[in-house]
């Protein structure tokens, strides 16, 4: 019972709602004149967002402005709105290089392994921790798990080329004493996405657990105890009641998930990029950041940048659709 | 749910299992930690030979006392140090109010900017246009540059206007009104005094963002004095460029030490603690912060 404790999420959720009903209602009332009056009442408000509207503006509204140099030949003396027009050339010219596939593929390759391996382990990490009830042992494995979510990405990128290394790696050490050949793994393309895959699971499926965890705590004692006495065994209980607590929480991390395949984490991809494994971790991203950063190309970086935000998107907006036709539960 | 109830057999088998996968992930995720630890005070000689697989091995501080007398990391430290308290600082201060405002439910125009400022999680300009304002505002290669481009998270603020949401009663701001309190006012005498908690995983979410950064360094900084920590990590660990003269080597030492290689070997177990030292210390007291700060968001997703 020692879940039970915390307040139930869905709970909360609903004052929210009954409170913004509540809202609405009153604020069916007042007029035009009550309105204005309620701005300048409430000017004091409006310094209190203004540096975060400058924020947004400066470091992401102006930057969607200047995403149109992706349709331009960007000249830094003529400025992003004095460059010359080039319609749809940086983009022509990506689709048809002999790399366009490669990048796609491994985009797209990386992003669909971390989803398939690591979208399911947090659900089934959580649905037995909250099987537990001895709250020393469930402590010390979240506290544990929950860790590595803190290591920094070149930390791990550094623990990643310290296990693996052929020579010297403790890994590789324990593939030798089990009888086989050690594996080179950062320099093998084959091993490439793996690594990058399972280390990501290695770092955040304790992490990840934790929205489920909040969800399975608001499931009610009384349906478990009710089917306890109908006879159902344990794993009956988890998969008719606590398998649908936890489904809106599923679908919304699906969906982002999902609507955010392209743009996959690249720090790491970056840190442990070598030009023996390019074949299979060169990503749209770190092409973006060598092309763009490294050779100054800017506009057709950008380009190449603009290009995988619009897949991005339609990705977001298609799940997004699919969800709400499927099921109840949608981001809007 | 425990009750005294007869547990079936079966009950019985899966409740085995459960404790089985569960002592597998915690052995997992532990044993590559305590490696670290073991290593990093173990002689390289015996780590690199596979010798030493989890307690250490002819105990040495010779890593330890390498770091301490690196230069390029002791000026990384620092530099990280100064980024996220003064990161953080400019993170609360928009976020905590901005949040705040936009709570109120008497705050004409709160959707239209709450729906400006999270467009922004799933539309960017991208890598290249951010670049360039941060270029053409002159923050390059100053100390801005690490605090200004990442000022405020959406998340974060969707996080903060829930607390304030649900956590402030409605009650205490319409007395203030009442009084005659401005906004101001019943901002500082009254909301902040309440916000503890949210201050405190708002803190602790930017501060250990702005601790573990490397990117905005290394796109927006070129010159080596500014180097945060994690930048001066990447050259050790990942590009293994630790070069002898960065360190003061005593002669008896420095004969001991080949090649760069194996300095780096030497010191690379001990700079990944020492660079997670700060968050390793705060982590066990503060955990039940950052879980509330996931829960909290995880309401509104």
Redesign the interface.
Same mark, same amino acid.
């Given at each position: 019972?020692s879940s039970s404790t915390?307040t139930s999420?869905l709970q909360? %959720?609903e004052?929210?709602n009954r409170?913004s009903t509540y809202?609405k209602l009153k604020q069916e009332k007042p007029r035009k004149l009550k309105?204005r009056r309620?701005?300048l009442q409430?000017w004091?408000?409006?310094i209190?967002?203004l540096?975060?509207?400058l924020?947004?503006f400066?470091?992401?509204?102006?930057?969607?402005?200047?995403?149109q140099?992706a349709f331009k030949n960007f000249n830094p003396t003529l400025g992003?709105w004095g460059s010359e027009w080039v319609g749809f050339d940086h983009f022509t010219r990506f689709f048809q290089s002999y790399y366009f596939w490669d990048l796609l593929k491994n985009t797209l390759g990386i992003s669909v392994y971390e989803l398939i391996v690591g979208f399911p382990l947090p659900i089934?990490?959580a649905l037995?921790?909250n %099987?537990?009830?001895d709250s020393f042992?469930k402590r010390?494995?979240q506290?544990?798990?929950?860790?590595?979510h803190?290591?920094?990405?070149?930390?791990m990128?550094?623990?990643i080329?310290?296990?693996l290394s052929p020579?010297?790696g403790?890994l590789n050490?324990?593939i030798?004493?089990l009888g086989f050949e050690p594996i080179a793994f950062l320099s093998d393309p084959d091993w490439f996405k793996t690594v990058y895959v399972l280390s990501g699971v290695?770092q955040s499926?304790?992490?990840g657990t934790?929205?489920y965890l909040?969800?399975l705590s608001g499931v009610d004692?009384q349906h478990? %105890?009710a089917a306890?006495v109908d006879g159902a065994?344990?794993?009956q209980r988890i998969w008719h009641i606590n398998i649908p607590a936890i489904v809106p929480?599923m679908i919304?991390?699906l969906i982002?998930n999902v609507?955010s395949i392209m743009a996959l984490s690249f720090?790491k991809i970056l840190?442990l990029q070598n030009p023996l494994n390019l074949e299979s971790s060169n990503v749209i991203?770190t092409f973006?950041?060598k092309a763009?950063?490294l050779d100054a190309q800017?506009s057709f970086?950008?380009a190449v940048?603009?290009f995988?935000?619009v897949i991005?998107?339609i990705l977001?907006i298609v799940v997004n659709k699919i969800a709400k036709k499927t099921s109840e539960t949608s981001l809007w | 749910m425990n009750t005294s109830i007869h547990e079936t057999k079966t009950d019985k088998m899966f409740k085995v299992f459960v404790y089985i996968f569960l002592t597998g992930a915690l052995v997992i995720v532990l044993y590559p930690l305590i490696y670290i630890i073991s290593a990093s005070i173990s002689n390289p000689s015996a780590v690199n030979s596979g010798k030493m697989w989890l307690y250490p091995i002819d105990i040495t501080f010779d890593g330890y006392k390498l770091i301490f007398e690196n230069g390029a990391i002791w000026r990384g430290y620092l530099n990280t140090i100064f980024y996220t308290a003064l990161g953080t600082f400019i993170n609360l201060a928009v976020t905590i109010p901005a949040a705040y405002a936009l709570s109120r439910k008497d705050f004409a125009g709160r959707n239209l900017l709450m729906g400006m400022f999270v467009l922004t999680m799933f539309f960017s300009g991208g890598l290249i246009p951010t670049y360039l304002v941060v270029k053409n505002l002159g923050l390059i290669d100053t100390i801005w540059a690490m605090v200004l481009p990442n000022a405020a998270a959406v998340w974060n603020i969707v996080i903060a206007r829930v607390f304030f949401q649900t956590a402030i009663p409605k009650e205490l701001e319409e007395a203030a009104i009442i009084d005659g309190a401005s906004n101001f006012k019943m901002f500082i005498k009254i909301i902040l005094p309440l916000s503890a908690p949210i201050i405190a995983v708002m803190a602790l979410f930017y501060g250990v963002g702005h601790w573990n950064g490397y990117f905005n360094a290394l796109i927006y900084l070129s010159d080596k004095e500014m180097f945060p920590l994690q930048l001066v990590l990447r050259e050790i660990l990942v590009l293994q460029e630790m070069s002898a003269q960065n360190t003061n080597l005593t002669g008896s030492m420095a004969e001991a030490i080949h090649s760069k290689q194996q300095l780096a070997a030497i010191i690379k177990y001990g700079v990944m603690i020492v660079s997670t030292l700060p968050i390793i210390i705060v982590y066990p007291f503060l955990q039940r912060y950052f879980v509330k700060g996931v829960m909290i968001g995880s309401l509104k997703g």
């Open positions: 019972m915390a999420p909360k %959720e004052d929210i409170g809202h309105k309620k701005i409430n004091q408000l409006y209190f967002v540096p975060a509207f924020y947004f400066i470091f992401h509204y102006i930057p969607m402005y200047g995403v140099i992003i089934i990490l037995a921790l %099987e537990v009830k042992f010390t494995v506290t544990v798990t929950y860790a590595p803190f290591i920094s990405v070149v930390v990128s550094g623990m080329i310290a296990f020579a010297t403790i050490h324990g030798q004493f290695w499926t304790g992490w934790i929205i909040a969800a004692p478990h %105890e306890i065994t344990r794993f929480a919304i991390l982002l609507g720090e840190l991203a973006v950041y763009g950063l800017y970086a950008s940048g603009l995988n935000a991005n998107a977001l | -």
